[in-house]
């Protein structure tokens, strides 16, 4: 995805960011409780959050702008097979994953899900705690539900993860924007009143309280009607059928070393340290579909600073494929005489 802002300076709001009320596991308390009665939520939940711990991973990774380096996936086999959402973290050659244990082990991204926004990873170690996405879970409409993730990276090793307690509320089709451009999301998802939309809870784990996988917590975005962020999670048969390799769309195959294209080039007889001045804009490419043109200054690739053609370079060596990138450029408006 990609868009262009022209005329103005770059402002993000953030809608309802929330720091989220958490559950902690621990040896003494294996789920702290929100409300009063602590002992009646520790009995109900305690045993699902246990197996979701094990089951959630924090992933750890590179960083773009304001997009953080972190995020959750999902273990979906013994073979260390994991899902996650998309996001800048799986770019870089140092993806790393860290299990409950504490132990961290190096990944490769095995494929991607645009239609989805989600990834599937692997590490090479052995995983027997993992959710079956065989098994679809009886959650239903007022059903209580547990959000398990990394959110505001509150775990760097064996620290439990955040939990959040909430309500499932509907399943319905998904109409949402992230920042100023559509979000290319196709399908259903599961909305919910826990807050999760969150830096680092993208990719948790959305339980039933006997500990069912009811979907994997989806990026933040915001409702096209509210603009308000969605607190929602991509439903677990759809993972299941994204992890078979039967999704209705082409799935997008990783390649190492692979890097984006814009469809844009600069003039390069200034060098390096010339401003980064569009020279000429490829048809048929994402910047010619953002409306881009000759001679429009870029000043800005997602919220990083670009002072000249070097720096157009460098962050475009370091954008991996598929990452969603707002550009800011100048124009020169022509002045019409009266």
């Given at each position: ?9 770059l ?8 720091v989220?009320?958490?559950?902690h ?21 305690a045993?699902?959050?246990?197996l979701?711990?094990?089951r959630t991973?924090?992933?750890?990774g ?6 953080p ?15 996650t ?5 799986l ?11 504490g ?19 692997k ?16 959650a ?9 993730s990394?959110a ?10 955040s ?19 559509d979000f290319p ?5 599961f909305?919910?009143?826990a807050?999760?939309a969150?830096?680092g ?13 009811v979907g ?7 409702s ?7 607190n929602y ?18 799935m ?5 070393g692979q ?6 080039r ?12 569009i020279?000429?804009v490829?048809?048929?490419g ?11 200054l870029?000043?800005t ?22 990452t ?6 100048k ?8």
């Amino acid at each position: 995805m990609f868009r262009a802002l022209l005329f103005s300076v770059l402002a993000l709001i953030f809608v309802g960011w929330a720091v989220p009320t958490a559950l902690h596991a621990t040896e003494d308390a294996p789920a702290a409780a929100l409300g009063p009665d602590q002992d009646a939520i520790d009995g109900a939940f305690a045993d699902a959050v246990a197996l979701a711990q094990k089951r959630t991973v924090k992933i750890f990774g590179a960083a773009i702008g304001r997009s953080p380096g972190y995020g959750t996936g999902l273990i979906v086999s013994p073979q260390g097979d994991i899902v996650t959402a998309q996001g800048v973290y799986l770019a870089g050659d140092s993806l790393r994953v860290t299990l409950s244990d504490g132990t961290t082990h190096f990944a490769t991204v095995k494929r991607r899900s645009d239609s989805l926004q989600s990834a599937l990873i692997k590490i090479e170690a052995e995983t027997p705690d993992y959710f079956d996405l065989a098994e679809q879970p009886p959650a239903e409409q007022g059903d209580w539900i547990l959000a398990v993730s990394n959110a505001f990276k509150v775990a760097d090793g064996s620290e439990p993860l955040s939990v959040n307690i909430g309500v499932l509320s509907l399943r319905m089709k998904l109409d949402a924007r992230r920042g100023f451009q559509d979000f290319p999301y196709e399908g259903e998802v599961f909305l919910y009143d826990a807050i999760t939309a969150n830096p680092g809870a993208a990719g948790g784990a959305v339980i039933t309280a006997e500990g069912k996988l009811v979907g994997m917590i989806g990026r933040v975005i915001e409702s096209k009607s509210t603009g308000t962020r969605l607190n929602y999670a991509v439903p677990g048969d759809l993972l299941s059928a994204f992890v078979r390799g039967e999704e209705t769309r082409p799935m997008v195959v990783a390649t190492p070393g692979q890097k984006s294209d814009l469809g844009i080039r600069l003039f390069a007889l200034g060098g390096r340290k010339a401003p980064a001045y569009i020279d000429r804009v490829i048809p048929g490419g994402p910047a010619a579909a953002a409306g881009l043109k000759s001679d429009d200054l870029v000043v800005t690739i997602g919220g990083q600073v670009v002072r000249d053609a070097g720096d157009f370079k460098r962050l475009m060596d370091s954008l991996p494929v598929g990452t969603e990138v707002v550009v800011e450029v100048k124009r020169l408006t022509p002045v019409v005489e009266k």
